[in-house]
């Protein structure tokens, strides 16, 4: 029987835990499996496109589109790490990684991790307050980012196998997760 590539895709707002849950599987199951990860930030168009605010009218690159993503170019990278027979799972996590058809329906697990807005806004204050003001932060997560997500990426949930809470500690989501997909190789 031909070795196939488990693949999950793991979903939520901007701020949930996406990657702190990517990022702990690797290390749990890299001790025991040929792992590759695709984190979808890193697959931005590199000439990048506006938003304009609906309440302001102010306009701000948009990152919280699909349309910001340059889809062609993460395919083909998603497709050869499932296509190499040396990974034994691929992870691709980012806020549409439940959005794009032919993305998702390659998924053997569908996670989305939900968090409320409020925490999500303290958690983005938190990581971009070293490049921008306490100010534009906020501005931009109630012009745009907060949109974004009811439109476009808080309906992907209804593609989820497991909604993971990103409130808790994400070490006991893991470990459940973790424990799914090794049952899951073993069969």
Not at 111 to 120: G, M, N, P, T, Y
Request: proline share 2%.
């Amino acid at each position: 029987m031909e070795k196939r590539t488990y693949v999950v895709g793991i979903s939520g707002g901007t701020c949930s835990g996406k990657s702190t849950i990517t990022e702990r599987l690797v290390a749990l199951l890299r001790e025991r499996y040929k792992v590759v990860a695709l984190h979808m930030d890193g697959y931005y168009k590199r000439e990048g496109i506006k938003t304009i605010a609906p309440i302001t009218r102010i306009e701000y690159p948009e990152h919280n589109h699909p349309d910001a993503m340059d889809i062609d170019r993460l395919y083909d990278d998603f497709t050869a790490a499932i296509s190499d027979e040396a990974n034994d799972i691929v992870l691709i996590e980012g806020l549409f990684a439940l959005h794009f058809d032919q993305l998702r329906e390659k998924f053997d697990l569908k996670i989305f991790v939900d968090l409320k807005s409020d925490e999500r806004m303290y958690r983005r204050i938190n990581r971009m307050i070293s490049h921008e003001t306490l100010d534009q932060i906020v501005l931009r997560y109630l012009d745009t980012v907060r949109y974004r997500h009811d439109e476009l990426v808080e309906p992907t949930r209804w593609h989820a196998d497991l909604v993971v809470n990103g409130t808790l500690d994400a070490n006991l989501g893991t470990d459940i997760i973790l424990s799914y997909i090794e049952k899951q190789l073993s069969e």
